[in-house]
């Protein structure tokens, strides 16, 4: 099946791919596997740069970016069309292999490729909407004005989660805005990222672009650190955990660079006694359950309030015995597997954590028994005791265990749903709009996050919005609203087109 797939992509024939691999995924001889996290069979081997291809493809990039910069951002725009169009074509191949290779339900494999279709659609109506503003001058006879300039060869460093879509949010604004794009995506998906690169790069390539799109494949010590001590890329923009993400911050603020992070969530929902219920239930199982909960948007504690805790965790509990486990790219599968064992103990030592700690498991907390080879287990849910004393709700375990907190007065669900380290993703179901409001309140007294949903889960933004959280969520922000500005330069111009040397602020200097 693969080999029809990789036909239909493009792919059969690339250089970086070996059919018929027998490792898995530890590197082995400069090459790795991709496992299929539902079976735990190997998919193909991926050969890895090296420090003389990282070299190669740096110095390409760099002077393909001295090419594309000079293009005029709309005629950018265009070339960006055809690539939306092209992935729009290959959509559900590329949501296949999405699935195949991360384990992700097929509807979401093709939901995250749509995502990368829309955020292309979106930079191609930026292109001609990478607008500065003029300012009046206090000098007569000068004007001044900023300008929006494109900033390099950028560097993207992406997770095993979102393997298309992030990339998309990225590398479509990067290119309209007249960067060229370095993408190192995970070492757990490098055949999204192959197939992904390579329609972007044969579209750029068939316009009279090479080198716009590049790829590093390889592991942290060998190609992740070459790019953030990197003076040639200007801007690395990152995606994962907290810690790689610090890690990031530092090297590339040592060397006075950019980053753009978006790392951990700890996202949590609140459900006022007045909310609709049943439309908290969709969210709340939506986001909890969904991708397995390996997302950083997913939904990790329920803050309820006490008069409807208990019925409502009963319906929970029902809707979360209904969900089918088992393979992803099997009709009516709402939750494949974890992406590998590793990811699975993290889990097992979080539900034993948190029953040491006083939570009661609600449903779940064990491996699912699918007979199909992967890592499946069976989403949870854990009750923290009446104290709301559950230490390990603070942490993000990237899998599907959802802590249910209750409260009495909103204040005190805001303070708990912000008493974490990470600002990503919050939501809260209400009828009033009075509380609806208190957790928008624009004071900032409301919820710390990034992202504030009102009878929404905490997860599935759409892309028109700035994208990113605050603390430990790395400050950054991707997608839509104005956060092409991160991928571009500011120029703030000034013009004296009289005959006079007139000086700012009154200053003579005669
Ligand atoms: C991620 O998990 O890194 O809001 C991104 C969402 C998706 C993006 C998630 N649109 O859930």
Known sequence: M????????????????????????????????SVNPATGK???????????????????????????????????GDVVREIGNELRAHRDDLGRLVAMEVGKILAEGIGEVQETVDIADFAVGLSRQLHGITMPSERPMHAMREQWLPLGPIGVITAFNFPNAVWGWNAMLGAVAGDAIVWKPSLLAPLTAIATNEIANRVAERLGHPGVFELVIGTDDEVGERMIADRRLPLISATGSCRMGRHVGQAVAGRLGRTLLELGGNNATIVEPDADLDLALKGVVFGAVGTCGQRCTSTRRLIIHESVADAFCEKLVKAYETVRIGDPVAEGTLVGPLINEASAQAFDQAVAAAKEQGGEILTGGGRA?????????????????GSNDLPVAREETFAPILYVFTYRELDDAIALNNAVDQGLSSAIFAGSVRSAERFLDPSGAGSDCG?????????????????????????????????????????????????KFDLAQGIRFE
């Not at 797939?5 to 090459?31: N, Q």
């Not at 070299?55 to 390409?60: F, L, V, W």
């Not at 699918?370 to 923290?384: H, K, Q, W």
């Open 42 to 76: 190997t998919i193909a081997g991926v050969r890895l740069d090296t420090a003389d291809s990282y070299e190669k493809t740096i110095a390409r990039s760099g002077e393909a970016f001295i090419r594309w910069r000079a293009i005029p951002a709309p005629k950018r």
């Open 369 to 385: 028994e699918t007979g199909l080879g992967g890592a499946f287990v069976t989403p949870t849910v854990v009750r923290a005791p």
């Open 2 to 33: 693969a080999d029809a797939l990789f036909d239909r992509l493009g792919i059969a024939d690339h250089p970086r791919i070996i059919a018929g691999y027998d490792g898995g995924t530890e590197v082995r001889d400069g090459a790795v596997g």
């Open 451 to 499: 992202l504030a949903y009102v009878n929404l889960g905490t997860s599935g933004a759409e892309i028109g919005g700035a994208f990113g959280g605050e603390k430990d969520t790395g400050g950054g922000r991707e997608s839509g609203s104005d956060a092409w500005k991160a991928y571009m330069r500011r120029q703030t111009c000034t013009t004296n087109f009289g005959e």
